[in-house]
């Protein structure tokens, strides 16, 4: 048993190193820096094509009404194959979990930018109040940029300088609010004493195909407004070049409209936890929040555990969370997360690669620092000491039955050898009674030690480290160890039961017993 205790516990420092870091490493942002340090980032290409980026944010399923937060995590599908997994994280094996949320459709669709446009222009005319136009733009490294468009109030066009980290991106959307001044006039209402009533801006909106600055001159984007829609998927009432709509706004409402994405007529298929997919019931489609983005999920599957995740969790594909959670708000679902294989000891390499300060998770360094816990090696070193003190009990045991057999039956062991019978055919006698007892008690403890180590990993909920244990205590039988210790001790038990079985028969004739 506490052979087997002891290995069960420098497993589950193993699968917790391996929970902690699915691969070798994970890199993500460095929550010390700010809660929000590189959430507009991808992470992924400053460590090559191997590296694994991994969306990973907040959220909440309002129809669910969860006391805590949930975590939603966006992974490509082929990591599921990479992961070191434990059978009892879900019923359904890794690879099968990675196909049942795979994502067939296309990535975040936009207008392409040239790399040398240096302005945006939108051709627009307002009448009613006036508003506030940005545009959203998605840069080559992946993170987003807005573009305040600007202009007199009767210009016939607003428009943005491009920053040169934003050209050669793309366009997503264009987005209506408040002037900054009315924003700020109705911000300031709100902090009042007595409830202010809201405020709205109404009108109508006219917009042409929005153009670039070139060197050559001016471009126009191919923009068909027909196939754009409204921030919650509804069409937006145009085609072609040209826009016309009729707007309400308020400080908690904008409007927004956008090129039509491959996730707006279908949910994302998510592996949800289990309290998840029990709390959902029957319904098996739910509106999940990520920031300000509400975007609809699937529950495909369900898992107990997932590494790296604790609590309530979503998994899903990454490409699939990044469109639909980008369509409705540009930047709120960021890779900004990085799982990579490596050597030892690349901490320090893998920290000055980042573009922001981001916490680097070795599995090796974790498993290292639970070994080297002192608690940790005081329990380690306790159950072997506990392992060799049972031997050695046992051993000292099994001998001294023998002698003191040997010692009860010694007038009939004298009468036997008295009529001829060999000393060493008496002496293999004790010896395999001996035997017999050891095989028994060997077979005894193997189904004690089994049953203990079944009983005790189910109630002791803490590793060696005197902490709760996540992922929990699973039995590790150490076969190999548990053989040759076996056999060890059978050999050195049985060598010292013949030696001890020779000593009543050493004499060159019988040796009477002394009377009681």
Not at 77 to 84: E, H, I, N, S
Not at 351 to 376: G, H, I, M, T
Not at 416 to 438: C, D, I, K, T
Request: glycine letters at 8%; charged letters at 20%.
């Amino acid at each position: 048993f506490s052979l087997t205790y002891r290995s069960t516990l420098a497993a589950n420092q193993r699968d917790a190193a391996a929970y902690a870091a699915p691969l070798d490493y994970v890199v993500s942002p460095d929550p010390s820096r700010g809660r929000f340090v590189g959430r507009t980032a991808e992470l992924a290409p400053r460590y090559g094509r191997a590296a694994l980026g991994v969306i990973r944010r907040g959220g909440e399923a309002p129809t669910l009404n969860r006391p805590t937060e949930l975590s939603v995590v966006g992974l490509p599908p082929d990591a599921f194959d990479q992961m070191r997994w434990r059978s009892d994280y879900s019923s359904r094996s890794p690879e099968e979990l990675g196909r049942a949320i795979a994502y067939q459709g296309g990535g975040l669709q936009g207008i392409d930018i040239p790399p040398d446009a240096t302005e945006l222009v939108l051709p627009r005319s307002v009448r009613g109040d006036p508003i506030r136009i940005s545009a959203q733009v998605r840069r080559p490294d992946g993170s987003f940029a807005v573009l305040d468009l600007t202009g007199a109030t009767g210009a016939r066009a607003v428009r943005a300088g491009i920053a040169r980290a934003a050209r050669g991106g793309t366009l997503l959307g264009l987005t209506l609010g408040f002037p900054p001044g009315e924003e700020f006039t109705a911000a300031h209402r709100a902090t009042g004493n007595r409830a202010a009533p809201d405020v709205f801006l109404l009108g109508t909106l006219t917009a042409g195909q929005p153009r670039v600055r070139v060197p050559g001159g001016e471009r126009e984007l191919p923009v068909d407004y027909g196939e754009w829609v409204s921030s919650e998927g509804a069409a937006a009432g145009a085609s072609g070049g040209r826009l016309r709509l009729r707007y309400v706004l308020s400080q908690e409402r904008t409007f927004r409209i956008r090129p039509r994405q491959p996730t707006d007529d279908r949910p994302l298929p998510v592996v949800a936890s289990a309290s998840i997919a029990e709390a959902a019931g029957s319904e098996r489609i739910l509106p999940v929040r990520i920031g300000a983005a509400l975007i609809d999920v699937q529950i495909v599957a369900t898992a107990k555990r997932f590494p790296t995740l604790s609590a309530d969790f979503l998994v899903a594909d990454r490409e699939a969370v990044a469109t639909a959670a980008n369509a409705a708000v540009p930047g709120a679902a960021v890779a900004d997360e990085v799982w990579l294989s490596g050597r030892a000891g690349e901490e320090s390499a893998l920290r000055d690669r980042a573009p922001f300060p981001v916490r680097v998770v070795s599995r090796a360094a974790v498993e290292e620092s639970l070994r080297a816990d002192p608690v940790s090696r005081a329990a380690s070193i306790a159950l072997l000491a506990a392992t060799l003190l049972a031997a050695c009990l046992a051993l000292v045991g099994l001998l001294l039955a023998l002698a003191v057999d040997a010692r009860d039956d010694a007038a009939e062991l004298f009468d036997l050898e008295s009529l001829g019978f060999a000393p060493s055919r008496l002496a293999q006698h004790l010896w395999l009674r001996s035997a017999v007892v050891l095989a028994i008690g060997i077979a005894v403890g193997l189904v004690i030690g089994a049953l203990a180590s079944l009983l005790i990993t189910d109630v002791v909920a803490v590793t060696a480290n005197a902490t709760p244990a996540e992922p929990p205590l699973v039995p590790a039988v150490p076969w190999a160890a548990l053989a040759a210790g076996l056999l060890a001790f059978a050999v050195v038990a049985l060598g010292s039961a013949a030696l001890l079985a020779r000593r009543p028969f050493r004499a060159a004739a019988p040796a009477r017993p002394e009377a009681a």
